[in-house]
């Protein structure tokens, strides 16, 4: 009995206490500013903008929180828009009181699951959550003061009020707050003449404005539209016949070549394309309602303004340079053009009856006013549409600016720049084209798709060099030759300018971006292992996008594919780094306003890399170094050794130093795009001039190495002044260094003219001494790995079709050996082809072994 007592005393002892520190808790709370000011629940809290800061903690720009918002009353909104917002967020909205108990046990549900099973929180739950604590804190607690908020709100306002408050406040775009700012930015009209499909577009915003902005990513904004208007055909908010027919009208004038752009670009920004970059990459991080326009972040990212500025000097050097050239090249061509061709094609069409190719034809006049009226008429006419208000007419003028635009983007060229710290993969320095601004938008360096050129080759040389059949002093031919590729269309690959250089080593071959023996080891290790190799290199993982990218065909080892020079810098660091993944990184750490770090890549990124193990070595450091090795090669002997003095530099002592550097340049086919590409123990840059529009070409003049190689070279010294002596690091095992002789890639022996010290791969060292020069006899010098299968045509068309210069031994003097020669002419005819080769190379100043695997 006793224990009775005692059991029902204590209950109602914990009972009071309950109440007591409940009604404490609530009075405590009532008397907090939110509370005494909650007939001022509208007054919101100031934003804050979100700082850019790079690697020394220099400002580069800020985020403002310049919030476009509009307010708008309920009473004018279309009922679509309320029954679309009730759809998607909460159906229930009028019958509850603030808060669903089906929804928040379905929501914990999800989250002991593991499931997504939607979200649990009401209308007024969100409104409360934004206004009075911070969404992005992921706790019990907060939901607890959220659902106590929400049931505040419920007994201060009607639901009404709530949701128009939740329509004008909360975040929906791009620095853009509330629906009717939304609706204007997104579909250019206030929300009150919202569509039903425009309607279902707005409010898949409120959940993740980033992911389903239909400007940036519309297939995925496109499917959660479909979402929310089957929800309103299943609640009977509408009928499929008006859903079906508002989804089709919408995406049937969607402008698919709009960007999203909003006042993030009024600020000012030390390195606009960079912060562009950062933005984006802010986007996919992101999630719920954090809003860098507003929440005051501070983001810690890997830029150097000091590279950037230099960047942006050099680079705005090279395109001033290549506009004017290619300016004058293209004036010179159409003046040629029409003095030349004109008379002929007038004559032709005068002698033929063709109206339509004449000078003075209605066609010719047709495109002469056409051109003039795009670049003279339509500016003042689009801004007579502007100030007048009249939008038919501004509809037309933004079709003359978009053929203006087409035909800038094929005749002006533009460039891209990225330079990433070889060993951290931090970017420090980004530079997308010309000028930044709403109308250039693309960042090429990372967006562009264009052709490498030469600068590809490295990447399937390396996997030649793993292959062991070939090393930095094989032999190859570089003469003319046929490949067939799989489906059996002949390739004839030819040099820059047209010239064949004979017998060359496989380093002065690359070092001097030659297409034949390039070719010639492509076809011998075999596609695959190309391939391979240079999809690890370029982060090509996914199986379709590398059948897309690698193209099965000889065209492909000289750079016809399309990548972003990102990709490219990408590659050649992991040169640069021992062989070991560089995964390009921008941003290291984001804090809030408060300092405490909420998003940590670097960190992440550094977990990652430490848990691939053994894995995280993409090639050998025995390889990688080897490619160091020839692509030095290119600053001494090739394409870039017009630059090489420019690593040299001086100590506070005034003594001189040597910081080595690697590289290739690339032109592409007909011109039209320029790369250098390289690297030093600290950075690697890529650099590219081109088009935006294929079609045009730079001109003879301007080249990788003319253009891009000299930019790269000035821009590199810049960054690399002040910085102490360093050399790339050589693994302790599996190579060997040796001199060779450099005609025929054997050991140097005394009587060869020069050498050249090369490192190999331990057991792919030549072994034995030259016997060319001297007195020794000429002997075999068979080219390792090299398939001659790759020509598929038989003697006879060779010498129909690439006969080689023939000299007529009856001409010459005679001597002893006439009549061996005689006698020599009169064996085989294979015997003859090859002597006859051998002979019509005297002419390069090489003595040639008496084999010739071209005609073999």
């Known amino acids: 009995m006793k224990k009775r007592i005692l059991l029902r005393v204590f209950a109602v002892f914990t009972i009071i206490i309950a109440i007591l520190m409940g009604a404490g808790l609530g009075l405590s709370l009532a008397e907090t500013a939110n509370i005494k000011n909650q007939e001022n629940f509208v007054e919101f809290a100031p934003a804050l903008p979100t700082k850019i800061l790079d690697i020394h903690g220099t400002l580069i720009t800020e985020f403002s929180a310049d919030e476009k918002r509009e307010l708008v009353s309920l009473s004018d909104l279309p009922q679509h828009l309320i029954y679309a917002v009730l759809a998607r967020e909460d159906p229930d909205f009028y019958n509850h009181r603030g808060f669903s108990v089906r929804g928040i046990a379905r929501a914990l549900y999800g989250q002991l699951t593991g499931r997504t099973l939607g979200g649990g929180s009401t209308i007024t739950q969100q409104v409360a959550g934004t206004l009075y604590t911070d969404r992005t804190e992921k706790s019990y607690s907060r939901k607890i003061r959220e659902l106590w908020w929400a049931i505040q709100m419920e007994r201060r306002y009607t639901k009404n009020e709530i949701l128009e408050i939740y329509l004008n406040y909360m975040y929906m775009g791009p620095g853009v707050y509330g629906v009717e700012a939304a609706s204007k ?119 150097d303004l000091e590279f950037q500025e230099a960047a942006e000097k050099y680079m705005a050097q090279g395109l001033e340079r290549a506009n004017r050239e290619f300016s004058r090249s293209r004036g010179a061509r159409l003046e040629k053009a029409e003095r030349v ?147 059996g269309t002949p390739y004839l690959p030819l040099n820059f300018r047209g010239e064949w250089k004979g017998p060359v080593l496989l380093y002065n071959a690359l070092a001097n971006s030659m297409n034949v023996p390039s070719l010639k080891i492509l076809d011998a290790i075999g596609f695959d292992a190309a391939i391979d190799r240079a999809a690890e290199l370029l982060m090509v993982y996914d199986p379709a996008a590398k059948r897309r990218t690698f193209p099965r065909l000889y065209p492909m080892g000289l750079g016809t594919i399309s990548v972003a020079p990102i990709q490219i810098a990408r590659a050649y660091a992991v040169f640069a780094n021992q062989g070991q993944d560089v995964t390009p990184i921008a941003i290291r750490a984001v804090e809030d306003r408060n300092g405490r770090i ?130 790339f690091i050589r693994p302790a095992d599996g190579l060997v260094d040796v001199t060779v002789c450099t005609q025929t890639g054997l050991l140097k022996s005394p009587a060869c003219p020069s050498g050249v010290t090369l490192t190999f791969l331990e057991g792919t060292q030549p072994a034995a001494y030259c016997d060319v020069h001297g007195n020794t006899p000429v002997t075999v ?37 006439q009549g061996q020669a005689q006698g020599s002419r009169t064996t085989t005819p294979q015997n003859q082809q090859n002597q006859s080769a051998s002979r019509d190379m005297e002419g390069y100043g090489l003595e040639l072994p008496s084999y010739n695997p071209l005609l073999d």
């Open 185 to 303: 930015f997104f579909f250019g009209h206030s929300a009150r003449d919202i569509t039903l499909a425009e309607a279902a577009i707005l409010v898949v915003q409120l959940s993740s404005p980033a992911r389903y902005n239909p400007l940036d990513n519309p297939n995925v904004a496109m499917n959660r539209q479909q979402s929310v208007l089957d929800r309103m055909i299943e609640l009977g908010y509408t009928t499929a016949e008006a859903a079906e027919a508002s989804f089709t009208e919408y995406w049937d004038n969607y402008d698919y070549t709009r960007a999203s752009t909003s006042a993030y670009y009024n600020r000012e920004d030390k390195a606009p394309w960079f912060s562009e970059y950062v933005r984006r990459e802010l986007d996919d991080m992101m999630y719920g309602t954090m809003d860098y326009y507003r929440d005051g972040y501070t983001v810690q990212t890997t830029l």
């Open 341 to 487: 061709y004109i008379p002929v094609i007038d004559l032709l069409s005068l002698s033929f009856n063709l109206e339509g190719i004449h000078a003075t034809s209605d066609a010719q006049t047709e495109q002469k006013a056409k051109s003039r009226y795009t670049k003279v008429v339509n500016p003042v006419v689009d801004m007579a549409a502007l100030v007048f208000g009249l939008p038919d007419l501004k509809d037309i003028t933004n079709i003359a600016y978009g053929e203006m635009k087409n035909t800038t983007e094929r005749n002006v060229v533009e460039g891209a720049l990225i330079t990433i710290e070889s060993e951290t993969g931090y970017i420090k320095a980004i530079i997308g084209g010309s000028k930044y601004d709403e109308s250039n938008q693309l960042i090429r360096a990372t967006q562009g798709r264009v052709m490498p050129g030469s600068s590809f080759k490295p990447l399937y040389y390396s996997a030649a060099i793993d292959s062991r059949q070939f090393t930095p002093s094989t032999l190859i031919y570089d003469l003319p030759i046929v490949f067939h590729n799989e489906d």
């Open 598 to 727: 909420i998003l940590d890549p670097e960190r992440e990124l550094r977990v990652k890399q430490r848990r691939m193990g053994n894995d995280i070595q993409i090639i050998s450091r025995q390889n990688a170094y080897v490619m160091t090795g020839l692509l030095k090669k290119t600053l001494d002997v090739g394409t870039l050794a017009s630059v090489s003095g420019k690593f040299i530099f001086r100590d506070e002592n005034g003594a001189r130093y040597h910081i080595p550097a690697a590289g290739k340049t690339g032109t592409t086919q007909n011109w039209s795009d320029a790369w250098a590409v390289g690297y030093t123990p600290y950075y690697t840059t890529a650099i590219w001039f081109g088009f935006d529009k294929p079609g045009n070409s730079l001109g003879l003049s301007l080249t990788g190495a003319t253009l891009a190689g000299p930019i790269w070279g000035d821009y590199m010294r810049e960054i690399h002044l002040g910085l102490p002596e360093k050399n």
């Open 781 to 817: 010098i068979a080219s390792r790995g090299l398939n001659l299968n790759a020509m598929g045509i038989d003697d006879t068309a060779i010498l129909q079709d690439l006969r080689m210069p023939e000299l007529d031994l009856d001409f010459l003097p005679s001597s002893g050996n």
